[in-house]
Nanobody, 124 residues
Framework: QVQLVESGGGSVQAGGSLRLSCAAS????????MAWFRQAPGEERERVAA???????TYADSVKGRFTISRDNAKNTLYLQINSLKPEDTAMYYC??????????????????WGRGTQVTVSS
């Protein structure tokens, strides 16, 4: 049974940083495409970063230069370092996994496994 458990969210002021973690079990995170999505109230779920099994990384244009996705294979854990936080980054952040090694498109429908999310709130 695959489980993805996010942690690390919180309330921060604009300009601050957070590191989100996603502990995976039931799958080897280094062998599949893993991604971070976010969803603000009333908006669609958006993929912000993805890392393929081979290490290829993709970022949404809105977060390039501020977000960094990485993984610790020994801990089977995915991370998202978020710097220079802005109020518009406020959202629920979700970890997701695709059963394939390569990352496909940014649509949430491409991902089979999801965590429950961790809330990030940025105040101005």
């Amino acid at each position: 049974q695959v489980q993805l458990v996010e942690s690390g969210g919180g309330s921060v002021q604009a300009g601050g940083s957070l590191r989100l973690s996603c502990a995976a079990s039931g799958l080897t995170s280094s062998s599949v495409c893993m991604a971070w999505f976010r969803q603000a109230p009333g908006e669609e779920r958006e993929r912000v970063a993805a890392i393929a099994a081979g290490g290829g990384i993709t970022y949404a244009d809105s977060v390039k230069g501020r977000f960094t996705i990485s993984r610790d294979n020994a801990k089977n854990t995915l991370y998202l370092q978020i710097n220079s936080l802005k109020p518009e980054d406020t959202a629920m952040y979700y970890c997701a996994a695709d059963g394939r090694a390569s990352c496909r498109g940014p649509s949430p429908s491409m991902y089979q496994f999801w965590g429950r999310g961790t809330q990030v709130t940025v105040s101005s």
